[in-house]
């Protein structure tokens, strides 16, 4: 169980059932004592009476046989003893007008026994137990119903044993009708705390589910810090290491930002000036064509990981697109890469098909016709005619690139998107980032770009493919 | 042509100091921004070539300095930061054209001919091509020691293709700086047909669906 909530509650939940067992039996034990100290000392008290009254009267045969006599005469009056507390009473109350009595008056009994373990007077008359051996406290079972309890005393002058006494389970019964009355406030109250404990906690909680739902609403670039100010304390210490966090992760990505930006700074320098003295070498010296062409390849290599650097923290979302004019695009990007391609030995055609525009990123675009020009320049072959075609098929722009050369076959092109693959390991130029570059343009506009085979005289077309809105 | 440069990475100064002056280029060469900018309010030189990257002040601070300074010569920027930016607040700034290094020296070249010829106004007097010939002051035409008469825009158009050798013009460009007063006109390939005519085919070397060049 990993919710906090859930914990809470369930703690809680077990907490209050034992404190509410804990509760109920002791309340239940000290009621159950309390009451017997209370009958207890009632029928001390009931004992006394008795006593007294038999040691007041001046012939206690006499007394006795009268007080047998009503007995009798009383419990004839007496309803039975069936049915409810209320019915007993209502009943008893239509018979005897000036005495209502009360239900549990025949739980009281009263026996008087001579030493020679005679009953002399037994109240009610039904009352079954053994003759009393001796004085004090005493708990019987009968053969007829529950447990007594009883108090006997006796008295010297007239050798006579008084004895009261009152069903054991009438106490049980107090005590649990004690325990009853308070076990349903009890419930009440612990199920209206569980209740408002669980919204408590529901709300205390807000926060937390409130950050973690801007959390996972975050793309994974936004580094931005959580606002801590309105979270509770507890909160506060792991959002803003949380937001630390965040804070040395952008800090890394800015300083490799940074780095490659540095970077580029601190190799074009030095290989401009490679250059400058290669080439002034080259005009007197033929061998030094293999160093400028060792140069050229790390020209190219250092404008890749460049380029690549700076497109891979874009996100489609920030693209600055406007409708640019393809063709006049395509054209001056040509216009300047036929001189090198010529060197070559190889032409570039543009056949423009569309007289649409083409919405993109203008620098984006450049840097990917680049690429997809410049890799059909190295790898196809002396003589070729790249030709370059725009045309719009429905929703997207297509810019297709298509060359005559080896072309690729089905292995090579899964490799190629690869980086730092290069499809001639001879080519003294290629840096093997050319589809990294391109894959990365062509996703960010929310396109696709495919390599087929040009059609008829074979080698290799790559076609991109730009939904346009 | 006098050419000042400002670049402070001593290795990179040195090479394209010599290299322009083994091209007959006279060359004063400044580590520094400020020296740079003494340079250019006493002494005017042909083009300046500027290096962004100055120890001691930034190239745009030093070329903004010199814009306001009333200094109009022509400024070629060398960045060796990401082209894309740069150029467009190089060229805010009042550059009139940058490089990014990693440059060929030919292209470098080719810039500063192209910023002086610019400024100056005026073409070269004297072009040469192959048997070709023009003398830009009087206009005329030589194709192998013959005189050869052509229309106003068929010179206009070899003129333009010859500054250009080695690159190539689009279309788009060839009919802005030619037919802007005639925007409709479709002569342009009557006229490269007509000097291919005179010239011989293998002069203009067609580039199909972007535009036209002389090859070097």
């Known amino acids: ?469 | 042509m006098r050419l000042l440069l400002i670049e402070d990475d001593p290795l990179l100064g040195q090479g394209i100091m010599l290299a322009l002056q083994a091209r007959n280029y006279r060359v004063d060469w400044q580590q520094t921004g400020s020296a740079g900018l003494q340079v250019m309010q006493h002494d005017s030189a042909g083009v300046v070539i500027l290096d962004l990257n100055l120890p001691d002040m930034d190239g745009l601070e030093v070329l903004q300095q010199a814009r306001q300074q009333g200094i109009a010569t022509p400024v070629l920027i060398l960045t060796a930061r990401d082209a894309i930016e740069e150029r467009i607040t190089g060229l805010d700034k009042g550059a009139d054209d940058y490089l990014v290094k990693p440059f060929d020296l030919d292209e470098l070249e080719a810039r500063i001919r192209a910023l002086h010829r610019r400024a100056s106004g005026r073409d070269q007097e004297y072009i040469e091509h192959g048997d070709l010939t023009i003398n830009t002051a009087a206009r005329e035409v030589k194709f192998q020691n013959h005189s050869m008469t052509l229309g106003r825009r068929e010179y206009d158009l070899l003129l333009s293709l010859l500054n250009a050798k080695g690159r190539v013009l689009t279309r788009r460009q060839i009919e802005e700086e030619i037919y802007e007063d005639d925007p409709e006109s479709n002569a342009l390939e009557v006229h490269i047909h007509a000097l291919r005519k005179k010239f011989g085919k293998s002069l203009i070397r067609t580039v199909r669906g972007v535009g036209y060049m002389v090859e070097n």
Request: charged share 20%.
């Open chain 1, 1 to 469: 169980m990993r919710s906090i909530q859930n914990r809470i509650l369930c703690a809680l939940a077990g907490l209050f059932s034992i404190a509410t067992l804990v509760l109920l039996s002791w309340t239940w034990s000290t009621t159950h004592h309390e009451v017997e100290e209370v009958y207890d000392a009632s029928l001390v008290q009931f004992a006394r009476q008795f006593a007294s009254q038999l040691t007041l009267s001046d012939d206690p045969d006499t007394l006795l046989s009268s007080m047998r006599a009503s007995v009798r005469q009383a419990e004839a009056a007496m309803p039975p003893r069936t049915g409810s507390e209320d019915e007993y009473e209502e009943g008893y109350r239509s018979l005897n007008t000036y005495d209502p009595g009360h239900y549990y008056e025949q739980n009281q009994g009263f026996q008087v026994w001579d030493t020679h373990g005679a009953l002399l007077y037994s109240s009610p008359s039904d009352l079954q137990l053994p003759a009393p051996e001796n004085a004090g406290f005493d708990t019987h079972t009968t053969e007829t119903a529950q447990q007594q309890r009883s108090y006997t005393l006796y008295l010297p002058r007239q050798s006579l044993w008084i004895r009261a006494s009152q069903p054991l389970a009438l106490r049980t019964e107090v005590a649990e009708e004690v325990a009853e009355q308070v076990l349903l406030p009890l419930a009440v109250v612990i199920a209206s705390l569980i209740v408002a404990i669980t919204l408590t906690v529901n709300l205390n909680l807000r926060p937390l589910k409130k950050i973690s739902r801007e959390l996972d609403q975050r793309n994974s670039a936004e580094l931005s810090p959580i606002n801590s100010k309105h979270l509770p304390s507890e909160l506060q210490a792991p959002v803003e290491s949380l937001n630390r966090m965040f804070q040395r992760v952008a800090d890394t990505l800015r300083r490799e930002r940074r780095f490659t930006s540095d970077a580029a700074h601190e190799l074009r320098t030095p290989l401009a000036a490679l250059r400058i003295h290669i080439e002034r070498l080259a005009l007197c010296d033929e061998q030094a064509a293999p160093l400028s062409a060792g140069l050229n390849r790390m020209e190219r290599v250092v404008t890749q990981l460049l380029m690549l650097a700076r497109l891979e923290p874009r996100k489609s979302e920030q693209l600055e697109q406007q409708a640019l004019d393809g063709d006049q695009l395509a054209a001056n990007l040509i216009a300047e890469l036929v001189p090198h391609a010529l060197k070559r030995g190889v032409q570039i055609e543009l056949i423009n098909h569309t007289a649409q525009p083409l919405y993109a990123e203008p620098t984006l675009i450049e840097i990917l016709l680049r690429n997809l020009i410049e890799n059909a320049i190295r790898y196809t072959c002396i003589g070729d005619t790249i030709i370059v075609s725009l045309s719009k098929e429905q929703q997207n722009f297509l810019i297709s690139v298509a060359d005559h050369g080896p072309g690729l076959n089905a292995v090579q092109k899964s490799q190629v998107v690869q980086r730092f693959y290069r499809q001639n390991k001879a080519d003294s130029e290629g840096a093997g980032l050319g589809f990294s570059i391109i894959d990365q343009i062509v996703t960010l506009h929310l396109g696709e770009y495919q390599l087929q085979d040009t059609a008829d005289e074979g080698g290799l077309t790559v076609q991109v493919i730009l939904p346009q809105p």
